[in-house]
């Protein structure tokens, strides 16, 4: 098993593993699995500014992990919103944990102070995985998703993985390897 950044080719797999946390529990907010062209397109976006990292077995991809946006401000760019999925073989095997190691490491590399994970009240696994890797609650937002015919609370998580009190330059993820 590896890890290695994720490409559009790899599309198909992360739909197969997003999906059943789209159309079987209330884990993700969006109602619709993404098209093929959709999610190629996310992957695309996505890592021009932040990593989006997967874990492989053989031609298999286990899991995956990525960062992006928390808002869009200015001041903000040294803080990050960051998620993790698994394929239903894949979990509990330390995986997660490996993917979000890998991706945090990649985040320092850009100067990323804080990370921050939004997480569905329900999930219970997730607000526990993200505690066991040095998360810490720092909200609660009430009934702000309606999901399956019920409200839904969501939590934020943070971790601080610099102690910059005036940060370094944030380096987008596709001009990371230029900078070393």
């Not at 098993?1 to 080719?9: L, P």
């Not at 239903?88 to 590399?109: H, V």
Request: aromatic fraction near 14%; include cysteine; hydrophobic fraction near 35%.
């Amino acid at each position: 098993m590896f890890i290695r950044i994720a490409t559009k080719e790899d599309a198909n797999q992360l739909i197969d593993i997003y999906r059943p946390y789209i159309e079987n529990n209330t884990t993700s907010f969006e109602y619709d699995v993404p098209s093929l062209d959709d999610f190629k397109q996310r992957i695309r976006d996505i890592t021009i500014t932040y990593p989006y990292i997967v874990m492989v077995d053989g031609e298999t991809i286990l899991g995956y992990a990525y960062a992006h946006e928390y808002k869009e401000r200015d001041a903000y760019q040294w803080t990050v919103e960051v998620s993790v999925y698994l394929s239903k073989n894949a979990q509990g095997k330390g995986i997660g944990r490996r993917l979000y190691n890998s991706l945090e490491e990649y985040l320092r590399r850009q100067h990323v102070v804080n990370i921050m994970a939004c997480i569905t009240g329900a999930n219970e696994t997730s607000i526990a995985f993200h505690e066991h890797m040095g998360y810490e609650t720092v909200g609660q937002f009430k009934k702000v998703g309606f999901k399956n015919n019920q409200w839904l609370d969501i939590y934020w998580l943070e971790k601080q993985i610099s102690s910059s009190v005036s940060p370094e330059a944030f380096i987008p993820f596709s001009k990371l390897n230029e900078s070393y």
